[in-house]
């Protein structure tokens, strides 16, 4: 690759960097949430130091990793939910 190329790609890469951290800081300023595509809400508890916790089951563990099973809850008034 020549060098304007890699200037270029590390440029972008920067900038995805710089894009991400401002949205976090957004999102930890203003207290909001972003949700992901397809994301279904979650039982979350944030406490007085903003520590934010999940509910969740465990299903595996290793040395290096965590596997968890995020609880959803779904009400009676959530039917498309429901049906699937």
Same mark, same amino acid.
């Given at each position: 690759?020549?060098? %304007?190329?890699?200037?270029?790609? $590390?440029?972008?890469?920067? /900038?995805?960097?710089?894009?991400?951290? =401002?949205?976090?800081? !957004?999102?930890?300023?203003?207290?909001?949430?972003?949700?992901?595509?397809?994301?279904?809400?979650?039982? %979350?508890?944030?406490?007085?130091? $903003?520590?934010?916790?999940? /509910?969740?089951?465990?299903?595996?563990? =290793?040395?290096?990793? !965590?596997?968890?099973?995020?609880?959803?809850?779904?009400?009676?008034?959530?039917?498309?939910?429901?049906?699937?």
């Amino acid at each position: 690759m020549s060098k %304007t190329v890699n200037k270029k790609m $590390g440029i972008c890469i920067l /900038a995805g960097i710089i894009l991400l951290v =401002t949205v976090i800081a !957004i999102s930890i300023a203003t207290g909001k949430k972003f949700s992901q595509s397809g994301e279904v809400s979650n039982p %979350t508890f944030t406490d007085e130091d $903003g520590k934010v916790y999940v /509910a969740a089951f465990l299903k595996k563990m =290793t040395e290096n990793n !965590i596997t968890v099973d995020v609880i959803e809850f779904i009400t009676d008034t959530d039917t498309d939910r429901i049906s699937e």
